[in-house]
């Protein structure tokens, strides 16, 4: 099992430009998410998903989309890359019964 | 808004001492999980306690929870160079029938030196 994985792990963008940052998990969870970890601020949930087809916005969401076509995948766009976007992104998995999540190894996003 | 706090923000000790980190939260919880990042990489779950529950233990980690005080500590005892890392406790919204959000504190930093 590769458990979660996330592609890529950086990126340099310039002011205005946008990607998409790529979730995938081989371990059939329902539930799925998007961090982000800023220094001094912890995590903070952007947006999740509890199942294929369905995403619900998170502490954080603005300037972000998500889609959740399949159940193994999670997506996260950003439209219009700001600097305050710089940040590290980490996507986890889980199931609702235990509440453990299960964590990929992130993405470091600097915005120019 | 975040709903976990841990304290001490960083901590250095020798190896072969104990550790010991706290976590308060300001709403009632359905469980209560620690998690540790290593420099660079994704969160590693440690363990979970249930708001029913008053400790529990993993291996050299031993976690206890008051929820009349609303805070849970985590006891790393003899401590290795490898345990060097952040650790997180993260709180769930408790919101009747399955919960799925958690909230991050913003962790300890601790250093094990060897």
């Known amino acids: 099992n590769a458990g979660v994985t996330q592609t890529p792990k950086f990126r340099v963008l310039k002011t205005g430009q946008s990607m998409t940052l790529l979730c995938a998990q081989d371990m059939n969870h329902e539930y799925m998410y998007w961090y982000r970890q800023d220094p001094g601020m912890g995590l903070r949930l952007i947006h999740y998903s509890v199942g294929e087809g369905t995403t619900a916005k998170g502490e954080v969401p603005d300037g972000y989309n998500v889609s959740r076509l399949k159940k193994q995948n999670f997506l996260l766009g950003l439209e219009s890359a700001a600097p305050s976007q710089t940040s590290v992104y980490f996507c986890?998995?889980?199931?609702?019964?235990?509440?453990?999540?299960?964590f990929g190894p992130g993405t470091r996003l600097t915005v120019l | 808004s975040q709903q976990g706090e841990e304290d001490p923000q960083a901590l250095s000790i020798q190896e072969g001492e104990n550790a010991t980190m706290n976590c308060s939260y300001k709403t009632s919880i359905n469980n209560l999980q620690w998690y540790r990042q290593n420099s660079g990489r994704g969160l590693v779950h440690l363990i979970l306690?249930?708001?029913?529950?008053r400790e529990k233990h993993s291996g050299r980690l031993r976690v206890t929870l008051d929820t009349s005080k609303k805070s849970s500590s985590l006891l790393i005892t003899a401590s290795r160079a490898a345990d060097t890392a952040s650790y997180f406790c993260?709180?769930?919204?408790?919101?009747?029938?399955?919960?799925?959000?958690?909230?991050f504190g913003k962790g300890t930093k601790l250093s094990v030196i060897p």
């Open positions: 986890a998995s889980g199931t609702v019964l235990y509440n453990e999540q299960f």
């Open positions: 306690i249930r708001s029913n529950e």
């Open positions: 993260a709180t769930d919204l408790q919101s009747g029938a399955g919960s799925y959000q958690l909230t």
